[in-house]
T-cell receptor, first 110, second 113 residues
Framework: GESVGLHLPTLSVQEGDNSIINCAYS??????FIWYKQESGKGPQFIID?????DKRQGQRVTVLLNKTVKHLSLQIAATQPGDSAVYFC?????????FGTGTSLTVIP | DTAVSQTPKYLVTQMGNDKSIKCEQN?????MYWYKQDSKKFLKIMFS???????INETVPNRFSPKSPDKAHLNLHINSLELGDSAVYFC????????????FGSGTRLTVV
């Protein structure tokens, strides 16, 4: 199987600060990546995606950065809010299915 | 309307029993999946069906048997339940295989006692 790891299993940030969640992936053939957010008691929800022909993609308050050289991607959340508290997963797709990382638990401190 | 719905949401059962989890999607997607999430939140794919045809069958005990009566439904039947089967099971769907995002259901928490 594939290995998609996260550098920090837990992250606590003050409300209003920016959050950065990192992810290392293992398959250099992966060409599509997605960040998912999983709130307590719910299924993972799509946040933002990026393809390997890009190194940055921005959404509403979120930015994903992709560094293919070191097989690393990150999720930046601007002005973190209490509603951002959740487990965040990166997922890589080398062609036929997604492989998920173990998740980072983000806690926003009011 | 819920896009991907699973039933039941919670399931508590004794070892050795047989149980089923149902999944339905109303998105018109062609591909459906079953994932298992363990206590450490790790998500592992179990099965994938595309237009009722099995396309991914990871190393899963043959006590687990998926059934897809049509492309909008993918049910999971588990025989002879074991303690280690306790987990949250997620159904997901996508428009096709490969490079497209998944829509997940809200999960079924299975507890085997």
């Amino acid at each position: 199987g594939e290995s998609v790891g996260l550098h920090l299993p837990t992250l606590s940030v003050q409300e209003g600060d920016n959050s950065i969640i990192n992810c290392a992936y293992s398959n250099s053939a992966s060409d599509y990546f997605i960040w998912y957010k999983q709130e307590s008691g719910k299924g993972p929800q799509f946040i933002i995606d990026i393809r390997s022909n890009m190194d940055k993609r921005q959404g509403q308050r979120v930015t994903v950065l992709l560094n293919k050289t070191v097989k690393h991607l990150s999720l930046q959340i601007a002005a973190t809010q209490p509603g951002d508290s959740a487990v965040y997963f990166c997922a890589e797709n080398p062609g036929n299915q997604f492989y998920f990382g173990t998740g980072t638990s983000l806690t926003v401190i009011p | 309307d819920t896009a991907v719905s699973q039933t039941p949401k919670y399931l508590v059962t004794q070892m050795g029993n047989d149980k089923s989890i149902k999944c339905e999607q109303n998105l018109g997607h062609d591909t459906m999946y079953w994932y298992k999430q363990d206590s450490k939140k790790f998500l592992k794919i179990m099965f994938s069906y595309n237009n009722k045809e099995l396309i991914i069958n990871e190393t899963v005990p043959n006590r687990f048997s998926p059934k897809s009566p049509d492309k909008a439904h993918l049910n999971l039947h588990i025989n002879s339940l074991e303690l280690g089967d306790s987990a949250v099971y997620f159904c997901a769907s996508s428009r096709s295989t490969g490079n497209l995002g998944y829509t997940f259901g809200s999960g079924t928490r299975l507890t085997v006692v």
